[in-house]
């Protein structure tokens, strides 16, 4: 069984970890640490290998050379159940065909506790999930009858469900409205003031700058800056990396960074689009 870790234990790490997909480079060098009590969001244009290197946290993706850990031992000595209890996944792009309602698709979830102490926990730990991500209301309806954003929400619920002390999340606000959105990173936020890690790949670097610890910028397989959001979101750095100009200003009462493309009106001289 995990360890119960303590604020600020490190759960995962790569250590100049190279990855190559086919015979391209997709990471080339990558330093990252996790620590339980902090969420570090993951941000980089398309391409940049975020969902590479959340691949390799999970174990999924194997290593070309460097090291990934995951509480305390590399990431493949860990058998399949013991890796599971140790850190959920949730997948760029969840499967669409689980064929079950709701509430079943949830309790997998619960898989890796079957025959542990910890399976008294299923019930609890299902309907905790799926009020957190507010799906409660659809728990009897088939999984691919729901919307976009209602199975974005339930595959959440799935991986919350998995009380594993490591949260790796691939852009789990992308199909969600504006509330939804909020309401994951706040889940996100309250998981790691719990005594989790999480790990959110983000497109918003708005939503980053609120809720995050610490932002991680991908590029090119590589991290282009890695601090406090303050820090890292500068528009030198998000306009090289993004190749597109970016403005970046504290927001008039709280303060926190927003982050905007600089746009151009379009004259009105070039008329309506023939
Ligand atoms: N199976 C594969 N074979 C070859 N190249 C791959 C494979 N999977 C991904 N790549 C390439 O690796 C690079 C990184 O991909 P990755 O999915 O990690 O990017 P990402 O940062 O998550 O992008 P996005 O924001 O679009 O999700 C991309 O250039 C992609 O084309
Ligand atoms: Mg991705």
Redesign the pocket.
């Known amino acids: 069984m995990p360890r119960r870790p303590g604020p600020g234990a490190v759960l995962a790490e790569t250590r100049t970890l190279r990855v190559r997909?086919?015979e391209?480079p997709?990471l080339d060098g990558v330093d990252t640490t996790v620590r339980a009590g902090e969420v570090l969001a993951l941000v980089?244009?398309?391409?940049?290998?975020?969902?590479?290197?959340l691949g390799a946290l999970a174990g999924d993706v194997p290593a070309d050379s460097g090291e990934v850990l995951v509480d305390g031992a590399p990431v493949g000595s860990w058998s399949a159940p013991d890796l599971a209890l140790r850190r959920a996944v949730l997948p760029?792009s969840a499967p669409l065909a689980f064929p079950f309602p709701v509430e079943d698709v949830v309790r997998m979830g619960r898989a890796p506790w079957a025959g542990t102490a910890a399976a008294d926990e299923d019930d609890p730990a299902v309907r905790e999930a799926m009020a957190a991500t507010e799906v409660t209301a659809f728990a009897g309806r088939p999984f691919p009858a729901l919307s976009g954003g209602e199975r974005a929400r339930v595959a959440l619920a799935r991986v919350l469900a998995q009380r594993a002390p490591l949260l790796l999340l691939?852009?789990p606000t992308a199909a969600l409205d504006l509330h939804h959105q909020e309401l994951v990173l706040r889940i996100c936020r309250a998981q790691a003031d719990g005594g989790r890690a999480v790990v959110v790949?983000l497109?918003d670097l708005g939503l980053a700058a609120a809720h995050a610890d610490r932002i991680a910028v991908?590029a090119d397989?590589r991290i282009a800056a890695d601090g406090a959001p303050a820090d890292v979101l500068s528009e030198e750095l998000l306009s090289a990396v993004y190749r597109h100009p970016v403005e970046v200003f504290a927001h008039p009462r709280t303060g926190e960074p927003l982050v905007l493309p600089r746009r151009q009106r379009v004259s009105a001289r070039t008329g309506p689009l023939r």
């Open positions: 997909l086919g391209r997709v980089g244009p398309n391409g940049a290998g975020k969902s590479t290197l760029q691939d852009e790949v497109h991908l397989g």
